[in-house]
């Protein structure tokens, strides 16, 4: 994924942090740090998972101050464990302390994102179905998350409304019907000269059946299937759309799910149901 290209980039998002935290100054720094003193910090695992935001921590720690020396020691999808160090910062004291807590709170959510996402994918060992997420986001931080994601091993759904044409249950009933759904989609796209793919929700069998009948799209999400039923949607689509199941699939449940043939699977919990690992940005005293 390409931050760069996003709505909202890195560059902004780092930005609209620095304005929300620090404000005017950061006064307490300020008030007992020497202007001039140097310093160096270490950021300390304190707890087992993936590794996500070392880029993105950077950025933070050099758009507050260009000279802070950053020294990586870990990558982005390291498995960490209690008492690694990722890296070193090293330059202002008063700099280190404003960057601090940006960095470790977009360090914390994207390493919990990212642990989760690969828990999900390890449940899947051995099967040939990938785990996707959703656009159930932190408002805001949706670029982040789902670099997150794609770090932990899982794949990206669509960005947002706008790079994927996805006709959902409300869609359907508010255009009047699958084959109406689908058919003035079809004609939008060749009148914008858009090139999306077409993916579309069926809640049953009754619906597959009048998507098939239909054609024309490229994938098709089984929602709230239930195991057996699922395991016919499969059969009747026989491979000439790729499929997707969605709907109240935990942990739990995850590998039965796929088992059903299924090519891929979306999680909404990846992004809206997850701890933050705890990461500590530690001050080496000299």
């Not at 040939?128 to 794609?150: M, Q, S």
């Amino acid at each position: 994924m390409n931050l760069k290209h996003q709505p909202v980039n890195l560059d902004k998002l780092i930005e609209l942090a620095i304005v929300e935290d620090i404000g005017d100054g950061d006064h307490t720094s300020l008030a007992c740090i020497p202007t001039e003193a140097k310093g160096k910090a270490q950021l300390l695992v304190k707890e087992e998972g993936i590794l996500a935001g070392m880029t993105v921590a950077k950025k933070v720690f050099n758009t507050i101050d260009s000279s802070i020396k950053f020294t990586a020691l870990l990558e982005d999808g390291t498995p960490i464990k209690v008492g690694d160090i990722a890296f070193y910062v090293e330059g202002s004291r008063l700099s280190i302390l404003k960057a601090e807590r940006l960095a470790l709170n977009f360090m914390q959510r994207m390493s919990g994102i990212a642990t989760k996402t690969n828990y999900y994918v390890s449940l899947l060992e051995g099967l040939p179905t990938k785990i996707l997420d959703t656009r159930k986001t932190t408002p805001g931080l949706r670029a982040i998350e789902k670099l997150a994601v794609k770090i932990g091993g899982g794949e990206n759904h669509r960005m947002g409304l706008y790079d994927m044409i996805m006709i959902k249950d409300n869609h359907i009933d508010y255009a009047g019907g699958i084959e109406n759904a689908i058919k003035t989609t079809q004609a939008y796209l060749n009148a914008t000269q858009k090139n999306l793919k077409i993916e579309i929700e069926a809640r049953n069998l009754d619906e597959l059946h009048q998507i098939l009948a239909v054609g024309g799209v490229d994938v098709i999400m089984l929602d709230n299937f239930s195991f057996d039923d699922l395991r016919k949607a499969v059969k009747l689509i026989n491979g000439n759309y790729k499929t997707e199941a969605s709907g109240g699939i935990t942990e739990k449940t995850i590998r039965k799910y796929a088992e059903c043939g299924v090519d891929f699977i979306s999680v909404g919990a990846l992004t809206h149901q997850i701890n933050s690992l705890d990461l500590s940005l530690k001050a080496i005293k000299t």
